[in-house]
Nanobody, 118 residues
């Protein structure tokens, strides 16, 4: 029910936009998480499906922007750093309560790889 895309290999300072198509019938809130090699999955950003209530992790605040257009949501990633290298997952919940926790989401995309070279 979620399909993530848009990852790739870029250089430090470049930009990427990740996309995630979601079924509007199930979505109250959406989020992005990422998992770097050898690390646990971590929260990146979340918002209500309405577009309100955006929350970002401190590590991406000011560089990443979460948005939505129709049945798709986007994570615009600017000024990418090597430490942003990870598999990025989109997630969705039927609840409109935004959450930084994985347990707050029932639906997950398959993940898309983002690699930032120095």
């Amino acid at each position: 029910q979620l399909q993530a895309s848009g990852g790739g290999l870029v250089q430090a300072g470049d930009s990427l936009r990740l996309s995630c198509a979601a079924s509007e019938r199930i979505v109250g809130s959406v989020g992005w998480f990422r998992q770097a090699p050898g690390k646990e999955r971590e929260f990146v950003a979340t918002m209500k499906w309405s577009g309100f209530g955006r929350v970002y992790s401190d590590s991406v605040k000011g560089r990443f922007t979460l948005s939505r257009d129709g049945a798709a949501m986007y994570l615009q990633m600017n000024s990418l750093k090597p430490e942003d290298t990870a598999v990025y997952y989109c997630a969705a919940s039927s609840s409109d309560m935004v959450s930084k926790l994985e347990a707050g989401y029932s639906y997950w995309g398959q993940g898309t790889q983002v690699t930032v070279s120095s």
